[in-house]
T-cell receptor, first 116, second 115 residues
Framework: GAVVSQHPSWVICKSGTSVKIECRSLDFQATTMFWYRQFPKQSLMLMAT?????????EQGVEKDKFLINHASLTLSTLTVTSAHPEDSSFYICSASLRRVSDTQYFGPGTRLTVL | DQQVKQNSPSLSVQEGRISILNCDYTNSMFDYFLWYKKYPAEGPTFLISISSIKDKNEDGRFTVFLNKSAKHLSLHIVPSQPGDSAVYFC??????????????FGKGTLLTVNP
């Protein structure tokens, strides 16, 4: 149980384009989904927290107009990187939790974004 | 200010022996602690967790110990296997108003289990 998928697993795009990453909880309904970014040899950096049907809460320093998050259902959240630049190249990971049970987060496999 | 610290960036252990991964925290509001295992280019995998009302939780080869007075927790892996080689992240959360139940991660410890 507690499987989270991400799509795509990797994407290469040109500067200025937008990229959408999907995160799905496959076998449970996630009350909360989280989006992280990981730089090489660094820890996970939380970007934003999203609850189904409400606006995402962004961490300090994360541009909400650049990283659009939509959490339309209890099993799907999307992250759209708008007007991507090479410095947005990173490993993006989502997680999902069923907060009524515990704070345990179950992570997706991650998406490698490369902006040329 | 790093609230969750894993002071050992790496640890090397012989197969069959015990691996002990350590984690310290500074926020006394943390009341739930987790360990995750991560391979390169993959998302973290949940291993084991412990609530602050306990001091030990065991699951197969994995045991987590919590010392609240010292604000310290450790993960024991016995016996260690080569497949355990990965980066291990310690994480903590606070069940307090406004925390949004976020996880705060340490920087990770790279465990290498040698055959």
């Amino acid at each position: 149980g507690a499987v989270v998928s991400q799509h795509p697993s990797w994407v290469i795009c040109k500067s200025g384009t937008s990229v959408k990453i999907e995160c799905r909880s496959l076998d449970f309904q996630a009350t909360t989904m989280f989006w992280y970014r990981q730089f090489p040899k660094q820890s996970l950096m939380l970007m934003a927290t999203s609850n189904e049907g409400s606006k995402a809460t962004y961490e300090q320093g994360v541009e909400k107009d650049k990283f659009l998050i939509n959490h339309a259902s209890l099993t799907l959240s999307t992250l759209t990187v708008t007007s991507a630049h090479p410095e947005d190249s990173s490993f993006y990971i989502c997680s999902a939790s069923l907060r009524r049970v515990s704070d345990t987060q179950y992570f997706g496999p991650g998406t490698r974004l490369t902006v040329l | 200010d790093q609230q969750v610290k894993q002071n050992s960036p790496s640890l090397s252990v012989q197969e069959g022996r015990i691996s002990i991964l350590n984690c310290d925290y500074t926020n006394s509001m943390f009341d739930y602690f987790l360990w995750y295992k991560k391979y390169p280019a993959e998302g973290p995998t949940f291993l084991i967790s412990i609530s602050s009302i306990k001091d030990k939780n065991e699951d197969g080869r994995f045991t987590v110990f919590l010392n609240k007075s010292a604000k310290h927790l450790s993960l024991h892996i016995v016996p260690s296997q080569p497949g355990d080689s990965a980066v291990y992240f310690c994480a903590a959360s606070a069940d307090s108003g406004g925390s949004n139940h976020k996880l705060t991660f340490g920087k990770g410890t790279l465990l290498t289990v040698n055959p």
